[in-house]
């Protein structure tokens, strides 16, 4: 099972946006419109499969993605969750 991760540790390698609150790394996007937050939260359903480390997404008001990833087997944030998070931060970057 992975380690859990100090908060400070967490706070110092998030990117720009996340937050750490719940147990859990969190961010939300504003996109242009449904469509585009719904082609970003597929695109992230593609790299958390890839990675197998599946995070919890919601789609709401229109236009907005949140993300939330924690490794639910170690009860908080791992070095897998910080992993996804930069390559999700990564993939919007390029879009």
Do not use: C
Request: aromatic fraction near 6%; charged fraction near 25%; avoid cysteine.
């Amino acid at each position: 099972m992975p380690e859990l991760l100090q908060q400070d540790t967490i706070e110092k390698r998030l990117a720009s946006g996340w937050e750490y609150r719940d147990g859990a790394v969190h961010k939300t996007w504003q996109l242009k419109g449904f469509l585009s937050a719904m082609s970003l939260a597929n695109a992230v359903a593609h790299l958390a499969n890839e990675a197998n480390h599946h995070p919890d997404m919601s789609v709401h008001d229109y236009n907005r993605l949140t993300v939330r990833i924690t490794t639910h087997s170690a009860g908080g944030v791992t070095e897998n969750d910080l992993a996804l998070a930069e390559r999700i931060e990564g993939l919007h970057r390029e879009g």
